[in-house]
T-cell receptor, first 114, second 108 residues
Framework: GAGVSQSPSNKVTEKGKDVELRCDPISGHTALYWYRQRLGQGLEFLIYFQGNSAPDKSGLPSDRFSAERTGESVSTLTIQRTQQEDSAVYLC????????????FGSGTRLTVV | AQRVTQPEKLLSVFKGAPVELKCNYSYSGSPELFWYVQYSRQRLQLLLRHISRESIKGFTADLNKGETSFHLKKPFAQEEDSAMYYCALSGSGSRLTFGEGTQLTVNP
């Protein structure tokens, strides 16, 4: 596609429910990243996929968070048993080779847990 | 560990005045540094990379390894420069570490 696409753009969910966020990277981009941005704070790294290599999950804050990516296509970030502190904008980015070439970001998913 | 610090959350200048957004980093090796910008209601986008030695929209940034800084500068600020600016660092090339951002407001 022309850019990185994320869906939904907004999601309101009740505490305790599971949510699934989707990211469709630029075609041909081998690397895909998920970040979280809480209100008034910077971008917090969550997980990184590079081609068919094992993902770097070092930023996932708890075992309620998981992410998958099939090959070099769509990725989904799943948050189980959502908590109010999960409320944030979840950003996805992709890049053609490494981070040195700069990320292309999606517009994000604003998650609100009530 | 790698860390990026942007000491100013808010910065306000008048149109035509010089502007400097500060960025300091902590990394034991040779980092690559970036500036990203987010204009109102737009997605976050790359502004410039140290590796490219480029000037974009009149902005420049110099890597000072002695002071571990990568400050973003523009000699004459314009109203359209008002945005959120993030400094970012890549140590190994695998991913970026971002600062908390500086909200720049350029007043008429």
């Amino acid at each position: 596609g022309a850019g990185v696409s994320q869906s939904p753009s907004n999601k309101v969910t009740e505490k305790g429910k599971d949510v699934e966020l989707r990211c469709d990277p630029i075609s041909g981009h081998t690397a895909l990243y998920w970040y979280r941005q809480r209100l008034g704070q910077g971008l917090e790294f969550l997980i990184y996929f590079q081609g068919n290599s094992a993902p770097d999950k070092s930023g996932l804050p708890s075992d309620r968070f998981s992410a998958e990516r099939t090959g070099e296509s769509v990725s989904t970030l799943t948050i189980q048993r959502t908590q109010q502190e999960d409320s944030a904008v979840y950003l996805c980015a992709s890049t053609s080779r490494t981070a040195l070439y700069g990320y292309t970001f999606g517009s994000g998913t604003r998650l609100t847990v009530v | 560990a790698q860390r990026v610090t942007q000491p100013e959350k808010l910065l306000s200048v008048f149109k035509g005045a010089p502007v400097e957004l500060k960025c300091n980093y902590s990394y034991s090796g040779s980092p690559e540094l970036f500036w990203y910008v987010q204009y109102s209601r737009q997605r976050l986008q790359l502004l410039l990379r140290h590796i490219s030695r480029e000037s974009i929209k009149g902005f420049t940034a110099d890597l000072n390894k002695g002071e571990t800084s990568f400050h973003l500068k523009k000699p004459f600020a314009q109203e359209e420069d008002s945005a959120m600016y993030y400094c970012a660092l890549s140590g190994s090339g695998s991913r970026l570490t971002f600062g908390e951002g500086t909200q720049l407001t350029v007043n008429p």
